[in-house]
């Protein structure tokens, strides 16, 4: 099972690899705010409604958007927003947690114990530049709560990952160049 999971992985890394050099020109030639300062920009907004889960950079018709998902834990409810390059929200929305959803939930709430802010825990995690934050979210698999993030260099994606737990990057995480 995870020899298919691994080839399944390879595939869709080699298949992503095709569209790096022109995901890494857009957002190296636009004049926009970069991702990190934009997801800075929510979790300061939004800092007394919730801790961001999500984070994530979309073209959507050569648009650039962010989709952005925080857990508002004292309403039990999760905030899903659409920011714009510049960083307004142009769309809000609220979603009830699924049940497959506990774990983004748990680690809300870690994050919260910890007093940590997602924004620098990417920066702790980033590659040296030049790098673009393409996504940024919290998971929890094997009894570890962590942040996976994902940047785009001039040699292509990068994954990299910190256990919320002990802070510490978590290298048999990290994939990439």
């Known amino acids: 099972m995870k020899y298919i999971l ?28 970069s991702a990190q300062s934009i997801l800075n920009k929510i979790e300061t ?29 004292q309403n039990k409810r999760f905030i899903e927003l659409i920011v714009n390059a510049q960083g307004k929200v142009i769309e809000q929305e609220y979603e009830q947690p699924e049940l497959d ?19 620098q825990l990417v920066k702790s995690i980033s590659p040296a530049p030049p790098y673009y934050l ?5 998971e929890q698999d094997i009894g570890i709560t962590y942040l996976v993030a994902t940047f785009i260099t001039e040699k292509g994606r ?5 256990d919320l737990a002990t802070g510490k990057n978590l290298p048999l995480l990290q994939w990439g160049n």
């Not at 959803?101 to 924004?119: F, I, P, S, T």
């Open 134 to 138: 393409l996504e940024s979210q919290l």
């Open 6 to 33: 691994l080839s399944a992985t390879l595939f869709v890394s080699a298949f992503c690899q095709a569209n790096n050099p022109a995901i890494f020109n857009k957002l190296n030639t636009a004049k926009d705010p």
């Open 45 to 73: 907004k939004y800092a007394n409604q919730g801790v961001i889960v999500e984070f994530e950079l979309e073209f959507e018709k050569g648009v650039t958007v962010y989709e952005v998902t925080l857990f508002d834990e």
């Open 101 to 119: 959803e506990e774990d983004e939930v748990a680690a809300a709430k870690l994050m919260k114990q910890k007093n940590y802010r997602m924004h």
């Open 158 to 162: 990068h994954k990299k990952a910190i």
